[in-house]
């Protein structure tokens, strides 16, 4: 467990190198303590990133301060897994994209933001949707599904993220890809 103490080297390096949001202010912190759970992690920071280049300078700085880092969507698991005492970065205020939508293939590349009832909105006039039917669609975003393994209610019929998804770019916590 991190103990949470002002960390004004790791805001000041992060509001240098970024050009993403970078926030620190008890009520920013406050806001992403909670998810759709019962439980409460004052972060140490946040990050809304920008673009890809925001998330790899912040994971980097972010590991040599010494902080965890935890990617975050729209927050909202039930189970916790989108608060903890680290740097949340947060991709769904920009990387929310449709990068690439091939129809014929029924194959979408989109950027880890998108919220799940925008992508089936764009996917609606080709016949077409996204079979992970969770609950929370207007909120939930496609990068927060993937990292829990989300299903719905016709997960038994089309599978889980993991059986819809071809693959993911990721950064990985030492900065490999």
Not at 41 to 58: K, L, S, T, Y
Not at 123 to 132: A, D, I, T
Not at 152 to 174: F, H, K, W
Request: charged residues 25%.
């Amino acid at each position: 467990m991190v103990t949470l103490i002002a960390q004004p080297a790791l805001e000041r390096r992060l509001a240098a190198e970024i050009e993403g949001e970078v926030r620190f202010d008890s009520f920013s912190r406050g806001r992403y303590a909670t998810d759709a759970s019962i439980y409460q992690m004052m972060p140490a920071g946040v990050v809304v990133a920008r673009h890809e280049a925001d998330i790899a300078a912040a994971t980097a700085i972010a590991r040599e301060e010494g902080m965890p880092v935890l990617a975050r969507g729209g927050g909202t698991s039930q189970s916790g897994q989108t608060v903890n005492e680290a740097l949340i970065i947060d991709c769904s205020k920009w990387l929310n994209r449709i990068v690439e939508l091939d129809v014929e293939g029924r194959r979408a590349v989109v950027e880890p933001g998108i919220v799940l009832d925008e992508l089936n909105r764009a996917l609606k006039p080709h016949g077409l949707w996204f079979p992970v039917d969770v609950s929370t669609a207007s909120r939930a975003t496609i990068g927060g599904m993937a990292g829990n393994n989300s299903c719905g209610a016709r997960s038994i019929r089309y599978g889980m993220m993991r059986d819809n998804v071809l693959g993911i770019e990721a950064l990985l916590a030492d900065g490999t890809a």
